[in-house]
């Protein structure tokens, strides 16, 4: 089992930044990609970023490319997303999960452990 805590949600204007940490407990942080995801009030999940098991390999959503970076500290079990420019409809519940056999993936299905979220709310 992995147990997933996100933090750093928050309110910001538009053109603002925030950072999402996501600390990890149980089994051993360095087995797992991890991704971050978000959904937005009455839509679907959405792959947000992903970073390999190293964190040398990181993946984006069109949507976020350019402005939001994804990283990972495995010493201290924790992936980042660091969110810059941030736009009203970047306005989200955002999580954090852990899985990944194949990377990169993109699905819901291929993460095995999630967090309970944290929210994302940014005024226009």
């Known amino acids: 089992q992995v147990q997933l805590v996100e933090s750093g949600g928050g309110l910001v204007q538009a053109g603002g930044s925030l950072r999402l940490s996501c600390a990890a407990s149980?089994?051993?942080?360095?087995?797992?990609?991890m991704g971050w995801f978000r959904q937005a009030p009455g839509k679907e999940h959405e792959f947000v970023a992903t970073i390999n098991r190293s964190g040398r390999f990181t993946r984006y959503a069109d949507s976020v490319k350019g402005r939001f970076t994804i990283a990972r500290d495995n010493a201290k079990n924790t992936v980042y997303l660091q969110m810059n420019s941030l736009r009203p409809e970047d306005t989200a519940v955002y999580y954090c999960?852990?899985?990944?056999?194949?990377?990169?993936?993109?699905?819901?299905?291929?993460?095995?452990?999630w967090g309970q979220g944290t929210q994302v709310t940014v005024s226009s």
């Open positions: 149980g089994r051993t942080f360095s087995d797992y990609a």
């Open positions: 999960a852990a899985g990944g056999i194949s990377w990169p993936s993109f699905g819901r299905a291929d993460y095995d452990y």
